[in-house]
């Protein structure tokens, strides 16, 4: 069964860090793209990363160019988005999703994990 | 950036109805286009892929049909548990971007 479970989410203050992850089982981690998308409260989707199968190249929403860096770790079949300098408006339900190419078809997310920036 | 809208946002329909959902693109994005299912507290489900592809594993009730701009999704005979939000994207080009959302209620 295809399984991407995301962790790392929690209560931060603007200006702060926290490192999302996205473990993956399932299927063979090295030979998918994964994208994070997030969801603010009552909000719809918003694209905000992907990384290629192999981790060589990387792609960002400019809304979060510059703060936001994710990378993989193949070994161990998890995705990470480390994310520093956060924002209010960066509170949001972030997803994992893997996709066959560097086309955004998710064919599959995780659960997502919450964030939520604030004093 | 693309800009996706959608038609209508929102939706009350009976059991066994036909449901349709527009998706425009602002510009060509050929068949680029995916349709999501979200459920109320859950993660999007793909159902629709290059907008007239069903993903496997899903009913065929769902179907999509368009290119270039505009872009339909039908679910055939509406079934309680079709209680969701239905969110088209478009990854032709790059930000991938979604249409804001129609939320389908049962009437």
């Known amino acids: 069964e295809v399984q991407l479970v995301e962790s790392g989410g929690g209560l931060v203050q603007p200006g702060g860090s926290l490192r999302l992850s996205c473990e993956v089982s399932?299927?063979?981690?090295?030979?998918?793209?994964i994208h994070w998308v997030r969801q603010a409260p009552g909000k719809g989707l918003v694209w905000v990363s992907r990384?290629?199968?192999?981790?060589?190249?990387?792609t960002y929403a400019d809304s979060v160019k510059g703060r936001f860096t994710v990378s993989r770790d193949n070994a161990k079949n998890t995705l990470y988005l480390q994310m520093n300098s956060l924002r209010v408006e960066d509170t949001a339900v972030y997803y994992c999703?893997?996709?066959?190419?560097?086309?955004?078809?998710?064919?599959?997310w995780g659960q997502g994990t919450r964030v939520t920036v604030s004093t | 950036d693309i800009q996706m809208t959608q038609s209508p946002s929102s939706l009350s329909a009976s059991v066994g109805d036909r449901v349709i959902i527009t998706c425009q693109a602002s510009?060509?994005?050929?068949?680029?286009l995916n349709w999501y299912q979200q459920k109320p507290g859950k993660a999007p489900k793909l159902l629709i892929f290059d907008a007239s592809n069903l993903e496997t594993g899903v009913p065929s009730r769902f179907s999509g049909t368009g290119s270039g701009t505009d872009f339909t999704f039908t679910i055939s005979s509406l079934q309680t548990e079709d209680l969701a939000t239905y969110y088209c994207q478009q990854y032709n080009d790059v930000p991938p971007t979604f249409g804001p959302g129609t939320k389908v209620d049962i009437k």
């Open positions: 999703g893997r996709s066959p190419s560097l086309g955004a078809t998710l064919l599959s």
């Open positions: 510009q060509d994005i050929s068949n680029y």
């Open positions: 990384i290629k199968s192999d981790g060589s190249y990387t």
């Open positions: 399932g299927f063979t981690f090295s030979t998918y793209w």
